[in-house]
């Protein structure tokens, strides 16, 4: 144990998070079954070069590095299985000026890419730190390439999220993982994170195919894609193969490099708290098949355990309201574990009252994170008075940001309602509703979702004022035939047209709502996962709030402040920084 570990139990009626917290203050102590006047019985004690706390993005890509570099490594996981919120999600990868765009011609420079970021992030994160991300990126990708069966494409044309921003890219720096089989991981496979939308039975889907699925019913595009997908859903079949994309395929990958590394992974071993022996971290404690157990880490341990999505203590603590834990995707096991260890350990903490914000429904069983719905031509968003208040099809963290600074008593912004017409339900996919098709009872049921025939009936169902709801609609439609949106400017950006109807006209982003029913879908603050954590510096060393690092703690990925500061470069800013910094890490050590 600790020397600094108390010996007395906190007093009866203090929250958890002020016990926490009061523990961070005292310097960093040891919050374990002792902490509670209880004594720990715990296994014999293992000892490894690296610990590595959490199994995503972060975490596996560290382990493979810190292995590769010739350390002795173990991962120790939460959930009884591995990938994270990585394996749920689409697997966008952000990293500038690396050799999968560059081999595909991508014009991108290290100038580019530092002076965009720059205009991006703002001097909310320290230069230093948005140096070392853009200077190991590429080196990253290229590594985990040759050490893992991780393979990337490019998604051609999706753009950064401000391509107009000098240095902006508008056809995109993004990349995703290539297909691979699952059957690689043998048994280990069983163990793999599902994902948060499953890919329909018999197609392989990447994520840049989701653009052009959403209009197979309008487009010859749509249909060519539609026709790819199943292609190579029926020679994968043929194979015998179990193809996995998205984050399937990331996840799969990188567990792939660490069997072949010889690096255990442990399932069902939650992080207790860790070791601090001098102001030194020294290992984890956690509990290894139902037993506390002591790891010692002779040189260092990289937490890359995730957020606090998932924890309601933390979200009412540090996040605006209303807020909660039933919004987010992100994987149900972030509950911000290694960020209080690292807290108690005397870590000062960044960006905690931000996430990966967006607009999300809150469909009965699990929330719908929005991309192309919201953009999509025939559709509006709008506020408690019926109102628009933002660029529909913008960056969608910025969405929530403004549903979060605009939402008062008089101007409900949260929740917002996204206004559809029958046109609209006719061409496009809705989440994995196909065109024409009607939508689940229980959305209705739920009070996700409303229909009526006429948009003063809708508008009194959402509890909106129905003049104002009709005003914003002819207003609307006056600018879709017009093709500007001079109030809110949607579709004049690159990015507001990717998921946009390229044979409307004159503007892709924007159609008339005419053609009864219409539809209005709650819109709530959801979030992929939070961006806020333990500060650390450009060596992913954690940081205490005067500055000095503590020696022998890293953190990766949501458990530390994000690179990104308040905003979203492009698709994959999640993923794309947390592997890099993973890596930054194990080198480091």
């Known amino acids: 144990m600790a020397d600094s570990t108390p010996a007395t139990p906190p007093a009866e009626g203090l929250s958890r998070r002020t016990v926490l917290r009061g523990a961070a203050v005292a310097g960093g102590v040891l919050m374990t079954e002792a902490a509670l006047g209880r004594t720990p019985a715990y296994a014999a004690d293992i000892e490894y070069d690296v610990v ?26 939460k959930a009884p299985t591995f990938g994270g919120s990585a394996a749920r999600s689409g697997a966008g990868i952000w990293i500038p000026n690396n050799e999968v765009i560059l081999a595909a011609g991508v014009p991108d420079t290290p100038a580019k890419a530092a002076q965009y970021l720059s205009r991006v992030v703002g001097d909310t994160v320290p230069l230093a730190r948005q140096q070392a991300f853009l200077a190991n990126g590429p080196a990253m990708i290229s590594f985990v390439m040759r050490n893992s069966p991780l393979r990337f494409r490019w998604m051609e044309g999706y753009a950064d999220y401000y391509p107009e921003y000098p240095g902006g890219m508008p056809n995109g720096r993004s990349i995703e993982p290539d297909q691979i089989d699952g059957h690689i991981l043998g048994a280990e496979l069983a163990h793999l994170n599902p994902p ?46 179990k193809p996995l ?57 990289i937490v890359g355990s995730g957020g606090f999505e998932h924890s309601a203590a933390m979200r009412a603590e540090f996040q605006r309201q209303p807020i909660g834990t039933g919004w987010t995707v992100g994987a149900k096991e972030n509950t911000g574990d290694g960020i209080e260890a690292g807290e108690r350990a005397g870590a000062a903490l960044d960006l905690m009252d931000d996430a990966w914000w967006g607009p999300a429904i809150p469909l009965p069983g699990e929330p719908y994170f929005c991309l192309a719905e919201r953009t999509l031509p025939g559709c509006i968003l709008v506020n408690g008075k019926g109102e ?14 403004v549903m979060y600074d605009r939402n008062t008593a ?71 035939a017009s093709g500007r949106d001079t109030d809110f400017h949607r579709g004049d950006s690159v990015y507001d047209r990717y998921y946009a109807d390229p044979v409307v006209k004159p503007n892709p982003c924007l159609a008339p709502l005419w053609l009864a029913p219409f539809y209005a879908f709650k819109i709530v603050p959801g979030d992929l996962g939070t961006k806020g954590g333990m500060r650390t510096d450009a060596r992913a060393r954690v940081l205490r709030a005067d500055g000095s690092v503590i020696p022998g703690l890293y953190a990766a990925g949501n458990a530390s402040g994000a690179v990104m500061g308040h905003s979203y470069a492009g698709a994959g800013s999640t993923i794309g920084p947390a592997m890099t910094f993973g890596y930054v890490a194990a080198n480091d050590i």
């Open 52 to 77: 590595v706390v959490g199994s995503g993005a972060a975490g596996m890509t560290a382990a493979l590095t810190a292995a590769k570099r010739g350390l002795q490594c173990v991962v120790v996981e």
């Open 196 to 241: 948060y939308i499953p890919t329909p039975a018999g197609l392989v889907v990447f994520s840049a195919d989701y653009k052009w699925l959403n209009l197979t019913a309008v487009n010859p595009k749509g249909l060519e894609v539609s026709a790819a997908c199943l292609a190579r859903g029926t020679a994968a079949a043929l194979r015998g193969e």
């Open 245 to 301: 994309t998205m984050g399937q395929s990331l996840a799969a990958s990188l567990r792939a490099g660490l069997l072949a590394a010889n690096v255990p992974v442990w399932l069902n071993t939650p992080l207790l708290d860790l070791r601090v022996e001098g102001g030194r971290v020294t290992g984890v404690v956690v509990t290894r098949n139902g037993v506390q157990t002591l790891i010692k880490a002779r040189r260092g341990v």
């Open 388 to 401: 628009r208040f933002v660029n529909e099809a913008a960056p969608y963290s910025d969405v929530v940001h």
């Open 410 to 480: 008089a101007s409900p912004h949260i929740p917002a309602w996204l206004i559809v017409d029958q046109n609209y339900r006719n061409r496009y996919l809705f989440k994995d509703i196909a065109p024409l098709l009607p939508f689940p009872q229980s959305w209705y049921d739920s009070g996700a979702a409303f229909q009526a025939w006429t948009i003063e009936q809708l508008a009194q169902k959402i509890g909106v004022p129905a003049a104002a709801l009709r005003g914003t609609v002819t207003r609307f439609n006056g600018f879709a």
